[in-house]
């Protein structure tokens, strides 16, 4: 135990010094935390908003159907085999899609019509909480619809102004129809909010004349910590007749981008401390050479190389444990500050995408134990580096010539 | 030797003077060729069109997920005004599709609404046939648009025909890449139309039949398109009536017409 009493002597000798490795240390682990968890604040908004707002975890086609989204490429037996997935505890919803002409007044667009499946989108995707204006559909309006921002923008139309829709039905006739804007919808993502028209399931079939069949299910697994290959495998096990795919396969640049985004953490976190390791090996280095006539008494009393090297490894151990506690706190406080306030960047720009989706212009940090574990782990990893050199200098040293060393 | 040489050079000289005699000759011969092509496609775009038309016809669509018939009466004055109404089936009566120079607007009847399609509706299916909106407005004379030479004359399948080749202008704002006509040669009724995309490739076949007298000269009454990848599919026009060269205001072609049922 008199080792570390030591230790912590020698820490305090030259006490200025130490304060400034100890500084140094500090802020660099609270910078890090604050942007390891900027960054998973980032990361999870992105998912969430590419999982919870429009792909669901999984999805199921008819096969070829995402190449060609046709009109007739059905999963005739949707409602029942959405009803299985729920039964295995799934949350399911269907999906209908077309495409037409939305008019209001003399503006027109190309737009996506989107059924859904009032009983169980809700289960599956928080679009209806992300309603920017007006409501959300409701299953006894089957004439009002929501569409997205951008299409409001583009036809000028806002709440309860009507637009016509016209497309082909899918006995070839016509289909066209009279609806109401009910709501317009916050930024979700290119497609959606460029030409989105969301509509209940049975006013859809009504317009498009198709009476049966979907022609996407949308999964969502009860427990978003299990794992998702898991999951796709269990639902792809219950409808094996057609396509299943979850959201990593559906988005492969966005799971690329985000999975990319942890390594960035890391990389950022390397080269900032590697900055920090040139302060300790500076600090600890000339600590030993002051002290090298110490060193050479130390040995010759009989003190052995490997005591010297856990002398030295505790005092370096000292200063990180004490900026480690500083700089996590630190780091905490700040990251749970933009946790809570955010960072508005709305005043920069009105839309921020992020590989084809959407994020809230507020940025926010979110804190997982992995944005506080990661830099004080590499903090320590860093410094036991850094301090290599200085032990081994000392620890190897003559005692004869080191008591005789000016 | 020197024998020889002069020989060589001389039959070198006849075969350069007939080479330039022929491409001389070819040139002026293609383009009275050229002249005579655009002369015949002139009266076979007169076919269907005189100062105005109005005609009933039935179009039937046959596609792999469904067929259905249509009976629509169209009026039209020159080349940038055409009213489509759709008299049955009862759920599309009162359609009216109305191209007024290069704009074209629908009357929807369920809804009583008009709209305006966009460009991007243009390549769209019009009431569910295999005719583009596209192919309602782009109804300018083809000899405008295109460079037409005559690439086949005389016999085939029994029948004496003429074939053009028409070839888009540069500047010419077309979707094809080649059309190529095949017309009677005795009466110039016209027996087929091929119409190739951009990269040459067979995009839709027309098969002109049922060759009768109507609107007051000898023509086909039926019009049939197939669209090359789906030749199980097509689209058949039948003409019931035609009066060419009616009278008909302007005004006709309106707004407020296109609503009249």
Redesign the interface.
Known sequence: MHIFSLATRNVLRNWHRSAVTTGAMAFAAAIMILFAALMDGLLRDSERTAVAMNLGDAQIHRHGYLADPDL?SLLDDAAALAGNLRSHGFHAAMRLYGFG?A?AG?A???VQLRGVDMDNEASVTLLHRHVLQGDWLAADDPHGIVIGRKLARTLAVTLGDEI?F?G?A?????A???YRVRGILKSVGEDVDRAAVFITIPAFRDLMALPQGAHEIAVMRSDRNSDLDAARERVAALAPQYEVRDWRQLRPVVARLLDMADIQTIVMVVITYVAVATIILNAMLMSVFERIQEFGVMKAVGVTPWNIVALIYLETMVQTAVAAGAGGLLGYAAANYFTDHGIDLSHMASGFSFGGIAIDPVWRAYITPQSLLVPITFLFLIAAAAVVYPALKAALIRPVSAIHYR | MTNKTEKIRFIFRVLAWTFAASAALTTSASAADSERAHQLLREIDDLWRGQSSHAIMTME?K????T?AMTMEAWSKGTDKTLVRILS?K??QG?ATLKSDTNIY?Y?P??D?T????S??MS??W??SHFTNDDLVRESRREDDYDASISFEGRRDGDDIIEFTLLPKPDAAVVWGKVVLTIQAHNYIPLTELYYDEDLALARTFVFSEVKTLGGRLRPTVMQVVPADKPDEYTKVIYQELALDIAIKDDFFSLTNLKQQ
């Open positions: 007739y002409l008019a003399t027109s667009a190309g016509v016209v082909q899918s006995d070839g006739s016509m066209n129809d009279l | 669509v596609t792999a997920h469904y259905r089936p759920k599309e359609t629908s929807l369920k809804t609404r709209i305006r399609l966009t991007g509706m769209g299916s009431m569910g």
